[in-house]
C-alpha cells in the first residue's frame, strides 16, 4: 500500500513534443507529490509538486495533473527539450517520509 | 531552493574499512534529514531518517550497526558505513527539510565502491 507505480520505464519524444508520465498509489494518507528530475551521478532535483487538494499545477513548461479519485497524477512537460533528457521520479509523501516510484528515463530527441 | 552539499562526491575503500559520508545544508536549519541508497538505473531507497539531536530511524532491513548515522546539529548529519563490503557500493544521497516544511533537499550524491 506504501508503493508509487510509476509508467513508462523509458520514453523517447522528439524536440518539441509532449512528454507524459503516469503515477499511481494506493495509499490515501499520501499528502504531497513531488517530481524529481536526476542527471546521472547527481542527485535529484525538486521540479514541481502538488498538494492532493489541488487538481492542476503549471510551473513553465511542467505541469502535474492530479485526479484524486483515481489515485493517479502525472507529469506533463510542454515543448520537450534535448536538455529535459534526464531520469525522472515521481513521489508520495506520508508522515514526512518520500516513497518513490520506478523512475522513468526520458530521451528527447533534436 | 535550499542547498544541501555532500562529502566526499567519490570514495573507494578497502573490504572491512569504514567510511564516512558527510551531509550539510548550508542556508537553512535541516531538523530532518534523510539518507537513501540507490543502486544504477533503480530507484531512491529511503535507508533512515535522522531528526537533529536524536537517535534515527531506520527502515525496515537496513542494518543500524552496518550504517551510523548521526545528527548531532541542524546542519550535519553523518553516514558511516561500517565495515565495507563490496555490497555496499551504491550511490548515497541525503536531504534535509526544515521544520514543517513538505520539501525535501537533496545533496548531490556521494559514489562508494567498496573494492
Known amino acids: 500500500q506504501q508503493q508509487v507505480k510509476q509508467s513508462p520505464q523509458s520514453l523517447i519524444v522528439q524536440k518539441g513534443g509532449i512528454s507524459i508520465i503516469n503515477c499511481a498509489y494506493e495509499?490515501?494518507?499520501?499528502?504531497?507529490f513531488p517530481w524529481y528530475q536526476q542527471f546521472p551521478g547527481k542527485g535529484p532535483a525538486l521540479l514541481i509538486a502538488?498538494?492532493?487538494?489541488?487538481s492542476e499545477k503549471k510551473e513553465g513548461r511542467f505541469t502535474i495533473s492530479f485526479n484524486k479519485s483515481a489515485k493517479q497524477f502525472s507529469l506533463h512537460i510542454m515543448d520537450s527539450q534535448p536538455g529535459d533528457s534526464a531520469t525522472y521520479f515521481c513521489?508520495?509523501?506520508?508522515?514526512?517520509?518520500?516513497?518513490f516510484g520506478q523512475g522513468t528515463t526520458l530521451q528527447v530527441k533534436p | 531552493g535550499a542547498v544541501v552539499s555532500q562529502h566526499p562526491s567519490r570514495v573507494i575503500c578497502k573490504s572491512g574499512t569504514s567510511v564516512k559520508i558527510e551531509c550539510r545544508s548550508l542556508?537553512?536549519?535541516?531538523?530532518?534529514m534523510f539518507w537513501y541508497r540507490q543502486f544504477p538505473k533503480k530507484s531512491l531507497m529511503l535507508m533512515a531518517t535522522s531528526n537533529e539531536g536524536s537517535k534515527a530511524t531506520y527502515e525496515q532491513g537496513v542494518e543500524k550497526d552496518k550504517f551510523l548515522i548521526n545528527h548531532a546539529s541542524l546542519t550535519l548529519s553523518t553516514l558511516t558505513v561500517t565495515s565495507a563490503h563490496p555490497e555496499d557500493s551504491s550511490f548515497y544521497i541525503c536531504?534535509?527539510?526544515?521544520?514543517?516544511?513538505?520539501?525535501?533537499?537533496f545533496g548531490p550524491g556521494t559514489r562508494l565502491t567498496v573494492t
Open positions: 502538488i498538494r492532493p487538494d489541488v
Open positions: 542556508d537553512f536549519q535541516a531538523t530532518t
Open positions: 513521489a508520495a509523501r506520508n508522515t514526512g517520509k518520500l516513497i
Open positions: 536531504s534535509g527539510t526544515s521544520g514543517g516544511s513538505y520539501e525535501q533537499y
Open positions: 495509499n490515501t494518507a499520501f499528502d504531497y
